[in-house]
């Protein structure tokens, strides 16, 4: 929230982006198959009107990234190259954020 506060969104305002950003869940459903909830701790509603707000204000993703980073307007995609098979699953959990050297 100090990013938005940054910007001058401050007091009555900036409480209210985070209440309504606190305390969100979410859940799949696939084949009648419903799973538990779970925190969003991450994130804007997607469809909501302040989305693309906060994505502007909010827009330094890349900082700290070795990945290559599409933005547009409240939608981002990452983008990292696997350098070794062991590379290909782990680039779906956590390395996108890694800024170490590239394994040989």
Known sequence: MVKV????????????????????????????QVSDSTLVTSG?????VLGPLLFIIINDLDVGTNSKINKFVDDTKLCHKAFTEKNKLSNQTSTIFYNGPKPS
């Not at 506060?5 to 309504?20: L, M």
């Not at 804007?44 to 909501?48: A, I, K, M, T, W």
């Open 5 to 32: 506060e940054v910007h001058g969104i401050r007091g009555s305002y900036s409480r209210w982006i985070i209440n309504w950003l606190t305390g969100r869940t979410q859940r799949a459903v696939i084949h009648n």
């Open 44 to 48: 804007v509603p997607q469809g909501s």
